[in-house]
């Protein structure tokens, strides 16, 4: 069975940083492209960022101010987010995309609020 589990999200102030994490099991990871997708309240979910075969793509909102990494030896992919704004404020999923088939992890609540 596939699970992907975040953590990492929780309250910060403008300007701070954070660091999620997303941990896969079940399933072989390094092949997979894996992304971080956010949905604020009332809007649709969006993709963040995104990294497969070695390249990695940003929302317009985010570049320079976020980065998608992964480490395959722990199945994890992380999401460094600095700079932070309060429309950052959003539950944080992560995605792997394996096929035809997307599994996402439960997400993880981020707020920017002073």
């Known amino acids: 069975q596939v699970q992907l589990v975040e953590s990492g999200g929780g309250l910060v102030q403008p300007g701070g940083s954070l660091r999620l994490s997303c941990s896969v099991s079940?399933?072989?990871?390094?092949?997979?492209?894996m992304g971080w997708y956010r949905q604020a309240p009332g809007k649709q979910r969006e993709l963040v960022a995104i990294?497969?075969?070695?390249?990695?793509n940003y929302a317009d909102s985010v570049k320079g101010r976020f980065t998608i990494s992964r480490d395959n030896a722990k199945n994890t992919v992380y999401l460094q987010m600095n700079s932070l704004k309060p429309e950052d404020t959003a539950v944080y999923y992560c995605?792997?995309?394996?096929?035809?088939?997307?599994?996402w992890g439960q997400g993880t609540q981020v707020t920017v609020s002073s």
């Open positions: 995605k792997m995309s394996r096929g035809n088939y997307d599994y």
């Open positions: 079940g399933s072989a990871f390094s092949i997979y492209p």
């Open positions: 990294t497969r075969g070695g390249s990695t």
